[in-house]
């Protein structure tokens, strides 16, 4: 009896691979880019499960493509790239990998934050430009980030592991989101804002932790800028769709922002020439906040097991349309 066949986008988590080709006749796009849409649609037409990552675009298309797909497995939590109503009409289970990632992301956003209040990254630029000459701390003033308020948008698991970490330096946490998490409140000592305009006005790093979604894509625009209390820093590590661009260069020019740290950008990747490279107030990494060695292994281990035991008929660690899997 032949084996079903499953596609992984990309060769980044080599015990993954090794743990489907265990179970399954498995192919791999060796290129780190994505897999051009012709090369991905050929093998969706002969395959069972597909890994991707969060640059594989699973859109109808790609989903008609597939006539015997089963499961697609997405290594990242959010699901902007899937469509996931098409999915569920055809019956293909969607799997991510949640629980695995918060504390890396958590670390990283922490990262961002003491590096846009204390000028690390510019810091760094000037000394690796040899522009440092003399002893002079003036131009590398930044802004404390101990005893500040700290607002989060958004507070699942990597709103709350921030949060945590924010307690360590005496800082104010705010919070808003749809669900008011009392538990949460009495053990982290963070307090629910219902508005997100109140959380915005009394925050000095605003720092978002939301899906991309239509409800939330660009949550964070003109009118929020114009919310913010001046001088306020903004952190971005979900996805740079939550984040109107122009909005945010605008507000970052007319110093009603004293700075910005963004993982991830819209569009990704930000192109060169874009002002917020040019900034001495912005930093921008490239989309690695869950980056860590441990993190990355983990997040493709449970990719693997979401495909594995939707094509064995066991229960998969996470799928987000659990319907399918009952019909």
């Known amino acids: ?24 006749e498995v192919d791999v796009w060796e290129e780190t880019s994505p897999p051009p849409r012709p090369v991905l649609f050929k093998q969706l ?21 597939g006539p015997s797909l089963s499961v697609v497995s997405n290594r990242a939590i959010g699901l902007d790239n899937v469509d996931l109503p098409e999915a569920t009409r055809r019956g293909i289970a969607i799997g991510n990998t949640p629980g695995v990632l918060h504390e890396s992301c958590a670390d990283f956003t922490f990262a961002l934050i003491l590096s846009v209040a204390r000028r690390v990254a510019f810091a760094d630029r000037r000394v690796q430009s040899g522009e440092w000459k003399i002893f002079d701390q003036m131009p590398y003033l930044g ?36 669900t008011r998490r009392q538990d ?14 109140s959380l915005l006005r009394d925050s000095d790093f605003v720092s978002v932790h939301v ?7 660009y949550l964070i625009g003109k009118t929020e800028f114009e919310t913010m209390k001046p001088g ?22 007319d110093g009603a922002l004293a700075g910005a740290a963004l993982d991830v950008t819209d569009p990704e990747p930000i192109p060169p ?30 990719a693997a097991e979401n495909i594995i035991t939707a094509l064995t008929g066991g229960e998969m660690p996470s799928c987000v349309n659990p319907e ?4």
């Not at 899906?211 to 894509?217: I, S, V």
């Open 184 to 197: 949460q409140e009495d053990e982290l000592g963070v307090k629910w804002v219902p508005y997100l305009p």
């Open 324 to 327: 399918v899997l009952r019909a």
């Open 1 to 24: 009896m032949s084996r079903d066949r499953v596609y992984v986008t990309r060769r980044r988590v080599p015990d993954a691979i090794a743990l489907l080709e265990k179970h399954f």
């Open 211 to 217: 899906p991309l979604t239509e409800e939330t894509r």
């Open 273 to 302: 020439d874009d002002p917020l490279l040019g900034m001495d107030n912005v930093v921008v990494t490239p989309h690695i906040s869950s980056a860590s060695a441990a993190t990355v292994r983990a997040m493709g281990m449970m």
């Open 143 to 178: 802004r404390d980030v101990h005893g500040a308020t700290l607002g989060l948008v958004g507070f699942g698991r990597i709103g709350q592991a921030v949060a945590r970490r924010a307690a360590g330096f005496d800082m104010t946490v705010l919070y808003h989101s749809r």
């Open 232 to 253: 306020a820093f903004l952190i971005n590590t979900s996805r740079g769709g939550t984040v109107d661009p122009d909005a945010l260069r605008a507000a970052l020019s």
């Open 45 to 65: 037409a002969r395959c069972q499960g597909i890994l991707t990552e969060v640059d594989d675009i699973m859109d109808r298309e790609a989903l008609e493509a």
